[in-house]
């Protein structure tokens, strides 16, 4: 199958700040909470930047009719098939364990929250962001095994309700379970926010899944660095829809820590971010959320030839 996850390379470099997406088409009321489900390596869910933020299964809280923590009954209290799923799930060991081992999935949670926060103008709607942490990624695991559990997490974030699923994973042979849960997906009017890719490639040419099934619900999302401009690592084509930044990006890690990371992994992470954010207004469908992304970005000659939109979710540095 010849899949594989997407992880950035740490450097501990100096950022003045994240970029600014353009605002100019939020305009926030009637707040709602909005679920994004983060498929990756899990989240350090104690982060004092993550913890507000984290998402929680009401099925799974309060005491059952023997007065024990649902949280910790070892039940399945909700019916969904899964015990004591507090907070998500953890496919590779099957429980409720969704610690982060590798630090991809908190520097993830960390952009997504922080992108949020920055497009919603009205406080009381910054909380209202939920991140599901969905942990699939072992890095000792087989391409297929890996690729099985984060098929069981979509089918999971579909079960759960999730508004946006984040997925930074992919690889060059399609998988028809994973097709069949993101069409699923698709069915919820759920978002599906696709990395494009660390490999150089153009995806026309070279297929890369789950961001090249071309579903209407999928944006599949290109790096660019902070002028906005297309960044060489990333994955590029016609198929690809917009680009967001993804080089140097300082984000949130476990043990309390933040550093930096690259990749179309944490761009994909901005548009899920600002997903959200316009999820938080009212209720959209995934075509009509994708149309405003793009038409929120900023023109960049660099990005010609390289993504569908040829705009930067990100406004050049002065």
């Keep these: 199958m010849n899949r594989k996850f997407i992880l950035g390379a740490v450097f501990f470099l100096s950022q003045k700040n994240f970029a600014a997406i353009n605002k100019d088409i939020l305009q926030i009321y009637k707040p709602r909470n909005v679920v994004v489900a983060i498929v990756d390596t899990g989240a350090d869910i104690q982060h004092k930047d993550l913890?507000?933020?984290?998402?929680?299964?009401?099925?799974?809280?309060?005491?059952?009719q023997f007065g024990r923590s649902k949280e910790s009954n070892q039940i399945d209290d909700d019916g969904n098939g899964f015990a004591d799923d507090v907070h998500g799930w953890n496919f590779i060991s099957n429980n409720n364990k969704v610690t982060d081992d590798l630090g991809h999935g908190t520097h993830i949670a960390g952009i997504i929250k922080s992108e949020f926060v920055?497009?919603?103008?009205?406080?009381?709607v910054?909380?209202?962001?939920r991140l599901m942490i969905l942990k699939y990624f072992d890095p000792n695991a087989s391409n297929e095994a890996n690729l099985i559990n984060s098929t069981r997490a979509i089918q999971y974030a579909n079960k759960m309700k999730a508004q946006v699923i984040n997925y930074s994973g992919g690889g060059g042979e399609p998988y028809v379970q994973e097709l069949l849960?993101?069409?699923?997906?698709?069915?919820?009017?759920?978002?599906?926010?696709?990395a494009a890719g660390n490999n150089n490639s153009n995806m026309d040419v070279q297929k890369y899944y789950p961001a090249s099934y071309g579903l209407g619900n999928i944006i599949s999302v290109a790096a660019t660095n902070n002028h906005g401009d297309f960044v060489a690592f990333s994955n590029y084509g016609a198929t690809v829809d917009v680009a967001a930044p993804g080089k140097s990006i300082y984000s949130t890690l476990p043990n309390k820590g933040y550093g930096f990371m690259s990749g179309t992994s944490q761009s994909t992470a901005f548009v899920s971010g600002l997903a959200a954010s316009l999820l938080a207004t009212h209720k959209k469908s995934p075509q009509k959320l994708?149309?405003?992304?793009?038409?929120?970005?900023?023109?960049n000659k660099t990005l010609i030839g390289k993504t569908k939109s040829q705009m930067a979710l990100i406004n050049p540095t002065e």
């Design 51 to 64: 913890k507000d933020f984290i998402w929680t299964n009401e099925g799974e809280t309060g005491l059952d």
């Design 118 to 124: 920055k497009h919603s103008s009205n406080s009381t």
């Design 126 to 129: 910054s909380p209202s962001v």
């Design 181 to 194: 849960a993101i069409k699923e997906s698709a069915q919820q009017d759920i978002l599906f926010v696709a």
């Design 290 to 299: 994708i149309s405003e992304i793009k038409n929120s970005g900023t023109f």
